[in-house]
């Protein structure tokens, strides 16, 4: 059986596509070394929470994700980030290649609300791979699936993530609202004569904490 290793070398911003995205520079050897045609391989990549710390405006802005800190012994479980797949061509023993791991800046996605709460120090991934290895013996085609244990651990720079965002939503982000919610906001937008968005929201956002402090 074909005994493979997965090493997660660097990653950075995707270029050029049609919407965010990471690119992680993958290391996969051959470790039983043989010779390797082709291979489908496919990547369920995970956010683990608990492989770091959080300051306070951290377990602030994770509230919504996790609850209160005091519960995080619970609630503080692994977040599902994105399912990938890959075509990896002929090699033998090592090839180095790319995986792109798709963003989203939906903050109703779990591993969004996450990715956007880190601003910085490192965000602990895990990778699990899966798939279909396609190789060659004695001139006959062999197929055979990926070992279920296959993993690979990486420790994402969190300004990675922003800077994939910001190629897109530079300074900003975006959320999904009922239609019938953004009506009344348009129309609270004019009784107030808010020029922007940002401005209505930040007039509700006021009014509520004045009631607050009343």
Same mark, same amino acid.
């Given at each position: ?7 997660? %070398?660097?990653?950075?911003?995707? =270029?050029?596509? #049609?919407?965010?995205?990471?690119? *992680?520079?993958? /290391? !996969? ?46 609630? %503080?479980?692994?977040?599902?980030? =994105?399912?990938? #797949?890959?075509?990896?061509?002929? *090699?033998?023993? /090592? !090839? ?55 993993? #690979? ?62």
């Amino acid at each position: 059986m074909t005994m493979l290793a997965v090493t997660v %070398l660097e990653a950075r911003p995707s =270029a050029q596509t #049609a919407a965010p995205a990471i690119t *992680f520079r993958l /290391r !996969i050897e051959d470790v039983s070394g043989g010779s390797i045609r082709a291979m489908l391989l496919r990547a369920q990549t995970r956010i683990e929470p608990r492989g770091r710390r959080y300051t306070k405006d951290e377990q602030r802005r994770l509230y919504e994700l996790f609850g209160d800190v005091s519960q995080w012994d619970r609630t %503080l479980r692994g977040v599902t980030w =994105a399912h990938s #797949a890959l075509v990896v061509p002929s *090699f033998e023993r /090592r !090839i180095d290649i790319d995986l792109q791991v798709s963003c989203t800046y939906d903050l109703e996605v779990a591993s969004a609300k996450y990715l956007h709460a880190i601003r910085d120090g490192e965000i602990p991934l895990s990778f699990l791979f899966s798939g279909t290895i396609f190789t060659e013996a004695e001139q006959n085609l062999s197929v055979e699936p990926i070992s279920w244990d296959l993993e #690979a651990s990486y420790r994402l720079p969190a300004p990675v993530w922003h800077a994939a965002m910001d190629q897109f939503f530079p300074g900003g982000g975006w959320l999904r609202l009922r239609q019938d919610t953004i009506d009344r906001l348009q129309a609270f937008r004019g009784r107030h004569a808010a020029v922007t968005w940002d401005q209505a929201i930040d007039l509700l956002l006021q009014h509520a904490v004045s009631e607050e402090t009343v």
